[in-house]
């Protein structure tokens, strides 16, 4: 800790939640909303005025307690867009639900 921040480290319990954290992205941690810092494959981290440790329960926090997480709901809206198939038979879906070159220049994307 210096006098300008202190920065957190954390690991998830499940390291996929790790897909929606992103530097300079938002994320709750134990409900404080927080700028992400850096992410590498089994981490990210926090940066954290003295203040808002002060006044939050980050301040009992020790290395290895649990804490909650809440990823920015914006990268679960952009996953669930990518990955969402139209159930057969609702128009406009192609056959089996997957996006083709063909519905796409149909449609004039392409």
Known sequence: MNS???VFRIEPEQPTALK???PGGS???DGISLTVVNVDDVSFSVSIIPHTLAETVLQHKHPGD???LECDVLGKYVE???TYREPAGVRGASPGGKLTASFLADHGFI
Request: net charge positive.
């Open 4 to 6: 300008n921040a202190v």
């Open 66 to 68: 649990a804490v909650n």
């Open 27 to 29: 994320i709750a941690v």
């Open 80 to 82: 669930r867009l990518l």
């Open 20 to 22: 929606y954290v992103l």
